[in-house]
Protein backbone atom coordinates (compact mmCIF):
# COMPACT_ATOMS: atom_id res chain seq x y z
CA UNK A 1 0.00 0.00 0.00
CA UNK A 2 1.38 3.86 -0.91
CA UNK A 3 1.05 5.66 2.46
CA UNK A 4 1.85 9.46 2.21
CA UNK A 5 3.27 11.48 4.93
CA UNK A 6 2.24 14.97 5.31
CA UNK A 7 4.63 17.24 7.19
CA UNK A 8 3.23 20.30 9.98
CA UNK A 9 6.44 22.33 10.85
CA UNK A 10 5.25 24.73 12.86
CA UNK A 11 4.33 26.98 9.95
CA UNK A 12 2.29 25.21 7.68
CA UNK A 13 1.74 21.80 5.90
CA UNK A 14 3.79 20.36 3.48
CA UNK A 15 1.54 17.73 1.51
CA UNK A 16 3.54 14.45 -0.21
CA UNK A 17 1.92 13.80 -2.89
CA UNK A 18 4.72 10.94 -3.82
CA UNK A 19 4.35 8.69 -1.03
CA UNK A 20 6.30 5.83 0.29
CA UNK A 21 4.73 1.52 0.13
CA UNK A 22 4.97 0.16 2.80
CA UNK A 23 3.25 -3.30 3.88
CA UNK A 24 1.04 -2.34 6.73
CA UNK A 25 0.28 0.18 8.83
CA UNK A 26 2.72 -0.50 11.49
CA UNK A 27 5.49 0.20 8.86
CA UNK A 28 3.90 2.81 7.85
CA UNK A 29 3.52 3.84 11.51
CA UNK A 30 7.24 3.29 11.62
CA UNK A 31 8.48 5.16 8.87
CA UNK A 32 6.20 8.39 10.40
CA UNK A 33 7.84 7.90 13.87
CA UNK A 34 11.51 7.69 12.05
CA UNK A 35 10.79 10.45 10.31
CA UNK A 36 9.37 12.56 13.28
CA UNK A 37 12.64 12.06 15.05
CA UNK A 38 14.55 12.99 12.12
CA UNK A 39 12.68 16.75 11.29
CA UNK A 40 13.02 17.04 15.50
CA UNK A 41 16.96 16.77 15.34
CA UNK A 42 16.81 19.92 12.32
CA UNK A 43 14.04 22.00 13.38
CA UNK A 44 13.32 22.10 17.38
CA UNK A 45 14.89 25.18 18.49
CA UNK A 46 17.77 25.81 20.74
CA UNK A 47 16.53 28.43 23.03
CA UNK A 48 13.96 25.76 24.36
CA UNK A 49 11.43 27.86 22.58
CA UNK A 50 7.76 25.66 22.12
CA UNK A 51 7.37 23.68 19.10
CA UNK A 52 5.19 21.36 17.38
CA UNK A 53 6.03 18.95 14.73
CA UNK A 54 2.84 16.76 12.86
CA UNK A 55 3.13 13.98 10.55
CA UNK A 56 -0.25 13.27 9.12
CA UNK A 57 -0.46 9.72 7.53
CA UNK A 58 -2.38 9.28 4.39
CA UNK A 59 -3.83 6.16 2.35
CA UNK A 60 -4.96 8.17 -0.77
CA UNK A 61 -6.95 11.25 0.63
CA UNK A 62 -7.96 9.27 3.21
CA UNK A 63 -6.44 9.57 7.01
CA UNK A 64 -5.00 6.57 8.59
CA UNK A 65 -3.58 8.34 11.70
CA UNK A 66 -1.26 11.33 12.56
CA UNK A 67 1.91 11.47 15.01
CA UNK A 68 2.84 14.76 16.96
CA UNK A 69 6.07 15.53 18.65
CA UNK A 70 5.46 18.45 20.92
CA UNK A 71 8.40 20.13 22.60
CA UNK A 72 8.63 22.74 25.27
CA UNK A 73 11.23 23.74 27.88
CA UNK A 74 10.14 25.01 31.63
CA UNK A 75 12.11 27.44 32.57
CA UNK A 76 14.03 26.22 36.20
CA UNK A 77 15.88 27.94 38.43
CA UNK A 78 19.21 27.21 36.32
CA UNK A 79 17.42 29.29 33.20
CA UNK A 80 16.75 31.91 35.09
CA UNK A 81 20.04 32.41 37.52
CA UNK A 82 23.19 30.39 35.81
CA UNK A 83 24.90 30.82 39.10
CA UNK A 84 22.67 27.91 40.20
CA UNK A 85 24.43 25.38 38.11
CA UNK A 86 27.99 26.33 39.25
Known amino acids: MRYYFDIFDGTGWA ?6 ECASDQQARYQAVLALT ?9 DG ?3 EL ?3 VRLHEELAFSVRLSFDTSAGPALVDPSVMR
Open 49 to 51: STK
Open 54 to 56: NIR
Open 15 to 20: RDDIGV
Open 38 to 46: ELARDLLPP
